[in-house]
């Protein structure tokens, strides 16, 4: 292992860290009561550690939030081989979920506790473009596209922000079971 692993291993080791202390501390606490020594000080980290790697909390909560915009956007990106409209939304839900079921300890406390929009902005960004993407290449309806999208997207994205609300009380295959029936097989 040459230098620059090590260097970039403690970065990542860093952020985890700081990221985790600042997960934790809003299950008990709004984004806007944190200060960044509580943050540090949960981590273990001294701030000038932190001031190195963020300006303060709020590219800490953006970092954090572009980090499971890569990871959610990857995950749709896998959605390719679906024949048919309501396949490929039940996908883009089922991802979603998947998504935020492994990312709960973010999601639960920031729309729960902060009602911090930029979470949610992050995910309906992400979605939006994957649906906008999609209908380009496919949609053969005479409905207009961005309709077709806003249509899907404010389903989707709704269902997904409230079964967080209400802190996943679904199955996640249930919700699956229920948009099954919902959905049209085409547009």
Do not use: C, Q
């Given at each position: 292992m040459?230098?620059?692993?090590?260097?970039?291993?403690?970065?990542?080791?860093?952020k985890k860290s700081l990221y985790a202390s600042l997960l934790e501390l809003l299950e008990n606490h709004t984004f806007e009561e944190i200060k960044v020594s509580e943050i540090c000080s949960k981590a273990l980290i001294n701030r000038s550690t932190f001031y190195t790697h963020f300006e303060d909390k709020y590219s800490l909560l953006?970092?954090?939030?572009?980090?499971?915009?890569?990871?959610?956007?990857?995950g749709l990106r896998e959605n390719k081989n679906i024949s048919n409209s309501k396949e490929y939304y039940l996908e883009v839900i089922n991802i979603l979920?998947?998504?935020?079921?492994?990312?709960?300890?973010?999601?639960?406390?920031?729309v729960t506790n902060n009602r911090n929009s930029i979470a949610m902005d992050m995910i309906?960004?992400?979605?939006?473009?994957?649906?906008?993407?999609?209908?380009?290449?496919?949609?053969?309806?005479?409905?207009?596209?961005?309709?077709?999208?806003n249509f899907y997207l404010g389903a989707i994205?709704?269902?997904?922000?409230?079964?967080?609300?209400?802190k996943c009380n679904y199955p996640k295959e249930k919700i699956i079971e229920y948009l099954e029936r919902l959905i049209p097989k085409d547009i």
């Open positions: 040459d230098m620059h692993e090590k260097t970039d291993l403690r970065i990542l080791k860093t953006d970092s954090l939030i572009k980090d499971l915009k890569t990871n959610l956007v990857s979920l998947t998504h935020v079921e492994k990312e709960k300890n973010f999601y639960i406390p920031i309906y960004d992400a979605l939006k473009e994957d649906i906008e993407n999609r209908l380009k290449k496919e949609n053969k309806s005479e409905i207009p596209n961005d309709f077709v999208s994205s709704y269902v997904g922000i409230e079964w967080l609300r209400n």
